[in-house]
């Protein structure tokens, strides 16, 4: 687990429900249930201050970090790509962007390519992404203040159920993404009883838990939620995804729990 993401999984799991803020101390216990030491958290912490995810205050002879509007509107995003997931029906609409960025532009190029995937959207040809569902809008967003970008947008259909099939192909390798998640299944499902039992105690309740979201949390990255009409025979998305909201629920209340102990807080009214 990188301590990057670790960092980012605490504050949208607990910090942000508990204040906005935690104290450096607290994220120090907390990071060390997973072996990373003191001196690697100071080193994340302050890049991530200066990369503007997060604001810095001091209170007495200590920091705490503070969640700010473009960290608390990321952890927003990612809650929804991560736990909402698509379910409409699908009327065979197809949402194309067509970038065009400087060659010189390296960075702004995989950026956009990074929101795109982040999106749902998968590469049909160079330049040219689409996706089943319509996020066009946010996309023209993101750039908006990008003034290197150049973006188009249609709405498209193809002339037929099974090339709509053969371009899901192309876009996302679905035969390798099923298998991930076969295995995902196979790490956490015979785990479930112990949850439901709730034979973990608030610490490991919190690790299993900041561990099962760092596994789930790469796969919005690479599944667009694509219509049923579009998956292949077998597909275990949908299976690990109601897997991993249930394991994810049922350990919520032991791992809060335990955030609430080591951040010195009292656990709110219900």
């Known amino acids: ?72 509107r990321l952890l927003d995003e990612g809650r ?5 997931r698509v379910r409409d029906e699908w009327d065979r609409t197809w949402h194309m962007v067509i970038y065009s960025v400087p060659e010189t532009d390296r960075a702004t190029r995989d950026r956009i390519r990074k929101e795109l995937a982040w999106l749902g959207f998968g590469p049909l040809a160079p330049s040219t992404y689409i996706c089943p569902h319509d996020r066009v809008q946010q996309v023209l967003e993101n750039f908006a203040d990008e003034p290197v970008v150049r973006l188009d947008a249609l709405h498209c259909q ?9 371009m899901a192909s192309r ?3 679905l035969d390798t ?23 973990l105690s608030p610490k490991e309740a919190l690790v299993e838990r900041m561990r099962l979201t760092y596994d789930y949390r790469k796969f919005p990255f690479r599944d667009p939620d694509l219509p049923i009409e579009l998956l292949p025979a077998g597909w275990a998305g949908r299976e690990a995804h109601e897997m991993f909201l249930e394991a994810h629920s049922l350990l919520g209340p032991p791992a809060q729990r335990f955030y609430d102990e080591v951040a010195g807080l009292t656990p709110p009214a219900t």
């Not at 193809?158 to 053969?166: G, I, T």
């Not at 993404?177 to 439901?196: A, K, Q, V």
Request: glycine content about 8%; aromatic content about 12%.
């Open 177 to 199: 993404l099923n298998e991930d998640y076969r295995e995902l299944l196979r790490t956490y499902r015979g785990r479930l009883p112990s949850y439901r039992a709730g034979h």
């Open 80 to 84: 929804s790509r991560i736990f909402d």
């Open 171 to 173: 876009c996302w390798d």
């Open 1 to 72: 687990m990188k301590p990057r993401s670790i960092v980012f999984d605490l504050f949208g799991d607990y910090v942000r429900y508990r204040g906005g803020a935690a104290r450096m101390r607290t994220l120090n216990t907390l990071m060390g249930c997973f072996d990373i030491g003191e001196s690697t958290i100071r080193v994340v912490l302050s890049r991530l201050r200066k990369e503007g995810w997060f604001d810095a205050r001091r209170e007495g002879r200590e920091s705490v970090y503070v969640l700010n509007p473009r960290s608390l």
């Open 158 to 166: 193809s002339r037929s159920l099974p090339v709509d099939r053969e």
